[in-house]
T-cell receptor, first 111, second 117 residues
Framework: DAKTTQPTSMDCAEGRAANLPCNHS???????VYWYRQIHSQGPQYIIHGLKNNETNEMASLIITEDRKSSTLILPHATLRDTAVYYCIVRVANTGNQFYFGTGTSLTVIP | GAVVSQHPSRVICKSGTSVKIECRSL??????MFWYRQFPKKSLMLMATSNEGSKATYEQGVEKDKFLINHASLTLSTLTVTSAHPEDSSFYIC?????????????FGPGTRLLVL
């Protein structure tokens, strides 16, 4: 079962930062926070993941609160191509461990 | 990142026939692959975990005799929908992980859209 809660939908103006929140209040000490996104009719695309430190890559930044009960995915300069459903998932990092998807946040980037 | 492919990308079949979907890891060896299905406007639902050389582990409520999974090599897993019915019409997605460099991450295929008439 999904262990995260996310807002159902969000809008963001093109060129502005998109901040997508995720609550994972029951996260365990060895569980990572993963973010994926799914553009319509495609497979999910990996964005970023982290354990407790903030992470940044070429796509986004991940901010994890000190108590690890919530996190925020930041797309620094949203473009129309960032319109997608964004999924936040918590999981123990192991090849055999499953991902259970919640309902995600549908992000619409507005011109 | 790692690349996962699926074939076919879409398939239409008659009710009662069987359909095989292939999932391949193109630039890495996948010790574990996963199969998901997704209905319109819904989230991904995990169907089964496929380990190379062993039987798949199915999620509760997923019929193993209906959805046959074979993971014969480290780069290929197949899902066969047997005796397909219209309610099996869905978007089927696979993912793969690998020990080592990508061990913490699953990479997903582009999905296969199945329509059963």
């Amino acid at each position: 079962d999904a262990k995260t809660t996310q807002p159902t939908s969000m809008d963001c103006a093109e060129g502005r930062a998109a901040n997508l929140p995720c609550n994972h209040s029951t996260i365990s000490g060895n569980e990572y926070v993963y973010w994926y996104r799914q553009i319509h009719s495609q497979g999910p695309q990996y964005i970023i993941h982290g354990l407790k430190n903030n992470e940044t890559n070429e796509m986004a930044s991940l901010i994890i609160t000190e108590d690890r009960k919530s996190s925020t995915l930041i797309l620094p300069h949203a473009t129309l191509r960032d319109t997608a459903v964004y999924y936040c998932i918590v999981r123990v990092a192991n090849t055999g461990n499953q991902f259970y998807f919640g309902t995600g946040t549908s992000l619409t980037v507005i011109p | 990142g790692a690349v996962v492919s699926q074939h076919p990308s879409r398939v239409i079949c008659k009710s009662g026939t069987s359909v095989k979907i292939e999932c391949r890891s193109l630039d890495f060896q996948a010790t574990t692959m996963f199969w998901y299905r997704q209905f319109p406007k819904k989230s991904l639902m995990l169907m089964a975990t496929s380990n190379e050389g062993s039987k798949a582990t199915y999620e509760q409520g997923v019929e193993k005799d209906k959805f046959l999974i074979n993971h014969a090599s480290l780069t290929l897993s197949t899902l066969t929908v047997t005796s397909a019915h219209p309610e099996d019409s869905s978007f089927y997605i696979c993912s793969a992980t690998v020990a080592g460099r990508f061990q913490e991450t699953q990479y997903f295929g582009p999905g296969t859209r199945l329509l059963v008439l």
